[in-house]
C-alpha cells in the first residue's frame, strides 16, 4: 500500500492517482530517507497545473464579463 501524500488515504501500489483526493500518487522509496526536494518538485508541478486551470477558468469568466458588458451596450445603443 502507498500512502498519499495529500490526504494519508491508503491507496494501492497500482493505483496512480489517489482515489480519495484525485491527486497523482507520488512513490518516494522506503528504504531511501526522504528526499524532500523531490517531493517539494512533485508538489511545486502539482501547484503549477493548478495554477494553469485557474487562469484558463480566469480567461473564460473575464470573456463572459467582457460579451455580457457588449449586449447591454449594444442593447442601450440600438434603441
Known sequence: MITCVYCCHECSEDAQICPNCGKPIFRIPVDDTPDYNKLAE???RDN???QAELSQKQVIHIACIVLLLTLVVYSIFTR
Open 42 to 44: 512533485a508538489l511545486r
Open 48 to 50: 503549477d497545473i493548478n
